[in-house]
């Protein structure tokens, strides 16, 4: 399903239920959850399997994925990438870095937040979008899917800038043909994310997903590399 919703240049692999949980690790991944409850080892091995996967797809060398700051995986020279997991499903998503300067998928259940969550992450605008969009079609959870693309956008933010961003801190707007749009509303935006930033969104097999992929940007040629007939 993932793949539906990232560029050509990104490659995506995903894995539903346990069927990962067997997957090979490096033994510096295994050290990372040693000590870890059951749950957590399965997410981080089901996750790390279809990272390993995505990277060799993509022509990556194999290299352990180790959390790096706030728990974001660290990802080799030259890749970006980015890992959900949920009850019953787990993906990851990578890209050379040439091609794609920064991306986020993220999965969670189709069903409504949890009463209370709605009110804390989104922004009035945002709630009286979802309220009409609701009214248009009341078979998609939009409230879930504000708080899927709002990790997105998060996970697309943060190895840019290495700083966090709550969530009142973009103002994210859907539309029904599977697309989103997010402005980012602090100080410090690197160019390269807007705005504004544009995803893509999906539900289907009991999930709704999101995601974002910000193309690489292509450098301009200076005036002294260009001659007048634009030859170099």
């Known amino acids: ?17 346990d069927a990962r949980t067997d997957t090979w690790l490096f033994p510096e991944e295994r050290a990372v959850i040693a000590r870890a409850v059951d749950k957590r080892r399965r997410e981080f091995t089901a996750a790390r399997g279809c990272a390993h996967d995505a990277m060799a797809k993509l022509g990556v060398p ?8 706030r728990g974001a995986p660290a990802w080799p020279a030259g890749v970006n990438g980015s890992i959900t997991h949920c009850a019953g499903y787990h993906a990851a998503a990578v890209a050379s870095a040439g091609e794609v300067a920064a991306l986020g998928i993220d999965a969670e259940p189709h069903a409504p937040l949890p009463g209370g969550v709605l009110d804390a992450i989104a922004l009035p605008g945002e709630a009286a979008r979802l309220r009409n969009l609701s009214a248009a ?59 504004p930033l544009r995803g893509r969104w999906l539900v289907g097999a009991g999930l709704a997903m999101t995601a974002i992929a910000v193309p690489t940007p292509v450098p301009t040629p200076s005036p002294k590399e260009t ?6």
Do not use: C, N
Request: glycine share 8%; net charge negative; aromatic share 10%.
């Open 62 to 69: 194999a290299a352990p994925l180790l959390p790096g700051e």
């Open 227 to 232: 001659t007048h007939d634009g030859r170099r």
């Open 137 to 195: 079609d009341p078979s998609i959870s939009w409230d879930r899917l504000l708080f899927s693309a709002k990790e997105s956008v998060y996970k697309t933010w943060f190895p840019l800038t290495g700083r966090p961003l709550a969530f009142e801190g973009a103002d994210l707007a859907f539309e029904r043909d599977g697309t989103f749009t997010a402005r980012i509303l602090v100080p410090g935006v690197p160019a390269v994310l807007g705005p």
């Open 1 to 17: 399903m993932i793949e539906r919703i990232v560029p050509e240049a990104v490659v995506a692999v995903e894995a539903f239920g």
